[in-house]
């Protein structure tokens, strides 16, 4: 089973990126999606998280400017991403939850925001 994002990059502050990500490598169940990052000298943290039949949910620092979607019959979920900070340096991996594998992470993609 394997979950790889994508979608990252260097982009300016005020730029946009587009993450994605997809699992695959079995069959799936999917009830939870969910984005993290990890920046250099901090804890990962939650980004935004969407569940089956639950409003999507986002982290205070997000303020209206990233928004998650998904399929969860496709097993894909993205993370569009827009007003970059450089505070949004980091890396973003994906997270999801499967009725009978529970939760499972993978690896992740990095973004720098940068003049």
Same mark, same amino acid.
Request: glycine share 14%; with cysteine.
């Given at each position: 089973?394997?979950?790889?994002?994508?979608?990252?990059?260097? $982009?300016?502050?005020?730029?946009?990126?587009?993450?994605?990500?997809?699992?695959?490598?079995?069959?799936?169940?999917?009830?939870? /999606?969910?984005?993290? %990052?990890?920046?250099?000298?901090?804890?990962?943290?939650? $980004?935004?998280? /969407?569940?089956?039949? &639950? %409003?999507?949910?986002?982290?205070?620092? $997000? /303020?209206?400017?990233?928004?998650?979607?998904?399929?969860?019959?496709?097993?894909?979920?993205?993370?569009? /991403?827009?007003?970059?900070?450089?505070?949004?340096?980091?890396?973003?991996?994906?997270?999801?939850?499967?009725?009978?594998?529970?939760?499972?992470?993978?690896?992740?993609?990095?973004?720098?925001? &940068?003049?």
């Amino acid at each position: 089973v394997q979950l790889q994002a994508s979608g990252g990059g260097l $982009v300016q502050p005020g730029g946009s990126l587009r993450l994605s990500c997809a699992a695959s490598g079995g069959r799936f169940i999917i009830q939870e /999606m969910a984005w993290y %990052r990890h920046a250099p000298g901090k804890e990962s943290e939650m $980004v935004a998280r /969407m569940a089956s039949g &639950s %409003r999507n949910e986002y982290a205070d620092f $997000v /303020m209206g400017r990233f928004a998650i979607s998904g399929d969860y019959a496709e097993s894909t979920a993205n993370l569009q /991403m827009n007003s970059l900070k450089v505070e949004d340096t980091a890396v973003y991996y994906c997270g999801f939850k499967d009725l009978y594998r529970g939760e499972f992470r993978g690896k992740g993609t990095l973004v720098t925001v &940068s003049s």
